[in-house]
């Protein structure tokens, strides 16, 4: 028969596996998932070209980079509570939707960050986060990338379309014709996608001076709408 010892009375399995969770090695992962998250935060504000920036969005990388990082040093001290946490997480959906593709970019970049961090891969954590943000600064900085516009021109004399064919032509790099509609009242709307020279937009005086024409109305287009 098994005697009860003093020590087995105030064995405690939530001690044992604090005991086996290195405090030090989790302390710099999330130090360093910290110092990442809060370099794609600059590199976010930076590089951001949307309609609205979000202050909430941009903290929330920092959070989840270290949440990332939290959550791979619990799992990798047990295969039971990493699977658990799998099956745990695979419930979770989040209903923000994300409009801009490079969100999803930044989103899956914090959370590749804070893995490598909690893995205690940090050296590749640290070198593939300094030349992904030198990439993004690069490219959305430095190269000139030229949107297209969309024109949507609204008139009442169906006349009037080879003057407004003429103007654009002279005045864009490239257009097309998207769409035309009839309107109510007998008006007529048509919408151009185009592409104008250096981003020349007093051509737009001259279509609205155009006899017939109601209105001009030039749109930018690089994911998102802004007038």
């Given at each position: 028969m098994e005697s009860t010892t003093f020590k087995d009375v105030?064995?405690?399995?939530?001690?044992?596996k604090t005991s086996s969770i290195s405090i030090v090695d989790a302390l710099i992962g999330l130090l360093v998932a910290f110092a990442l998250g809060l370099f794609i935060f600059m590199i976010y504000k930076k590089?951001?070209?949307?309609?609205i920036y979000s202050q909430t969005f941009n903290i929330s990388l920092?959070?989840?980079?270290?949440?990332?990082s939290l959550i791979i040093v619990g799992i990798s001290s047990n295969v039971l509570l990493s699977l658990g946490m799998v099956g745990a997480l695979s419930i979770v959906r989040f209903r923000t939707p994300i409009k801009d593709p490079m969100d999803i970019v930044y989103i899956f970049w914090t959370i590749v960050t804070g893995i490598l961090c909690g893995a205690g891969f940090i050296g590749l954590a640290v070198t593939g986060s300094l030349l992904i943000g030198l990439v993004l600064f690069v490219f959305v900085n430095k190269i000139k990338i030229e949107n297209p516009y969309l024109l949507v021109i609204r008139y009442n004399e169906n006349s009037i379309e080879?003057?407004?064919e003429n103007v654009?032509?002279?005045?864009?790099?490239?257009y097309s014709l998207k769409s035309k509609s009839v309107m109510p009242g007998n008006d007529f709307e048509v919408t151009y996608e185009i592409r104008v020279n250096e981003n020349d937009m007093n051509f737009?005086?001259?279509v609205s001076a155009i006899?017939?024409?109601?209105s001009a109305i030039m749109l930018s287009?690089?994911?998102n709408f802004t007038a």
């Open positions: 105030f064995k405690s399995s939530i001690l044992e590089t951001f070209t949307g309609v920092i959070i989840m980079t270290m949440t990332t080879n003057s407004l654009i032509s002279g005045n864009a790099k490239k737009i005086n001259k006899e017939g024409v109601k287009y690089d994911g």
